[in-house]
């Protein structure tokens, strides 16, 4: 039995989609100075959201998955690879599970599309979060919106 105090679930109403991209600006813009202006982007429209709530309904977190067309340029064109990407959780929910719960849910969404993996690119301070959830880094290092960041692959 779970204890957690918040339920994770895909993103399809307007007000579910505008709370994760109210997480990831207190996140990405606000905490770790990313250019707002690169934080949102075309992927947006066509990327399976995920989002984490308190069941008062306050968010807790967000990310997405690419698949398709939309995650070729980050998984060098496999189209049995997703990519997950804008993971982000509040500074207060911070050490709940809401990432690792996030992390799951997007694989749940890529396996329920038939994918075989999902890649990543993950800030290398995050390194050791994804490596416990059974991602491997590979490649180089190389930065993001300034942020020194490395590929990471799981297979489904």
């Known amino acids: 039995m779970s ?14 989609l505008e709370a994760g991209f109210a997480v990831r600006k207190e996140v990405f813009v606000g905490e770790q100075g990313v250019p707002e202006d ?39 064109g496999d189209p049995s690879v997703g990519s997950l990407g804008r993971l982000a959780v509040t500074k207060a929910a911070r050490g709940l599970g809401v990432g690792v719960a996030l992390v799951r849910a997007i694989e749940d969404a890529a396996r329920a599309r038939g994918l075989a993996a999902v890649d990543l690119h993950a800030q290398t301070h995050a390194l050791g979060f994804y490596e416990r959830l ?14 020194p960041h490395r590929a990471m692959r799981r297979a489904l």
């Not at 204890?3 to 579910?16: I, N």
């Not at 059974?134 to 942020?147: C, K, L, Q, S, T």
């Open 38 to 76: 690169l934080e949102y982007d075309a992927y947006d429209a066509v990327a399976v959201h995920v989002l984490a709530v308190r069941e008062d309904g306050l968010p807790l977190g967000t990310g997405r998955l690419l698949h398709g067309e939309a995650a070729a340029a980050k998984t060098d």
């Open 3 to 16: 204890t957690r105090a918040y339920v994770v679930r895909v993103a399809e109403d307007p007000a579910d």
């Open 134 to 147: 059974g991602y491997v880094a590979y490649g180089p290092e190389f930065p993001d919106a300034g942020i």
